[in-house]
T-cell receptor
Framework: AQSVTQLGSHVSVSEGALVLLRCNYS??????LFWYVQYPNQGLQLLLK??????LVKGINGFEAEFKKSETSFHLTKPSAHMSDAAEYLC?????????FGAGTILRVKS | EAQVTQNPRYLITVTGKKLTVTCSQN?????MSWYRQDPGLGLRQIYY???????DKGDVPEGYKVSRKEKRNFPLILESPSPNQTSLYFC????????????????FGPGTRLTVL
């Protein structure tokens, strides 16, 4: 079975600083990987997805993620954090007919 | 506007009182799914449906039922709710993509916060 591990349930950065949210997955086959963002009291919105076309994936709102097969990782980054980035970020891997999610990382942005 | 709607958004009920949470999508998606979200556990899939009259269990199906009589609707039924079903519930839908339906983005509803006393 597939699983997803997100290191750090809470991450705090200063406005303008680099954002790095970690995601590691277990998969016996080439995976499809996703990052979703969840703003307070809202549903989830797709940030970006990896489907084997390119290892560096660019998403919305300036986020990107790099797929590293050797490390089974798909970490999410943004060069400069903005206050509006404060939200919960969820990494997910596709497995058969479902998405398997990590536990999520809450990003706090300090002014 | 393309969207997934859920009703109700908030519900407080008592143990054993049957309830239904409705989910509807207007994007003609074949695939629909229900998740529950609990602190520290992320989202866990309850049930999913590949098309009308085709449903299957996810990771945490105990205590839930679903039906898919129409393509646009996928209600979640709790026949006898218990306090451990207190959670935030999300419905989602997506297009199918051949043999790998989860290749495509899933569109999520706004969530239903359920409290069972």
């Amino acid at each position: 079975a597939q699983s997803v591990t997100q290191l750090g349930s809470h991450v705090s950065v200063s406005e303008g600083a680099l954002v790095l949210l970690r995601c590691n997955y277990s998969s016996s086959v080439p995976p499809y990987l996703f990052w979703y963002v969840q703003y307070p009291n809202q549903g989830l919105q797709l940030l970006l997805k990896y489907t084997s076309a390119a290892t560096l994936v660019k998403g919305i709102n300036g986020f990107e993620a790099e797929f590293k097969k050797s490390e089974t990782s798909f970490h999410l980054t943004k060069p400069s954090a903005h206050m509006s980035d404060a939200a919960e970020y969820l990494c997910a891997v596709s497995y058969r007919n479902k998405l398997v999610f990590g536990a999520g990382t809450i990003l706090r942005v300090k002014s | 506007e393309a969207q997934v709607t859920q009703n109700p958004r908030y519900l407080i009920t008592v143990t054993g009182k049957k309830l239904t949470v409705t989910c509807s999508q207007n994007m003609n998606h074949e695939y629909m799914s229900w998740y529950r979200q609990d602190p520290g556990l992320g989202l866990r899939q309850i049930y999913y449906s590949m098309n009308v009259e085709v449903t299957d269990k996810g990771d945490v199906p105990e205590g839930y039922k679903v039906s898919r009589k129409e393509k646009r609707n996928f209600p979640l039924i709790l026949e006898s709710p218990s306090p451990n079903q207190t959670s935030l519930y999300f419905c989602a839908s997506s297009e199918l993509a051949g043999l790998h339906p989860i290749y495509n983005e899933q569109f999520f509803g706004p969530g239903t916060r359920l409290t069972v006393l």
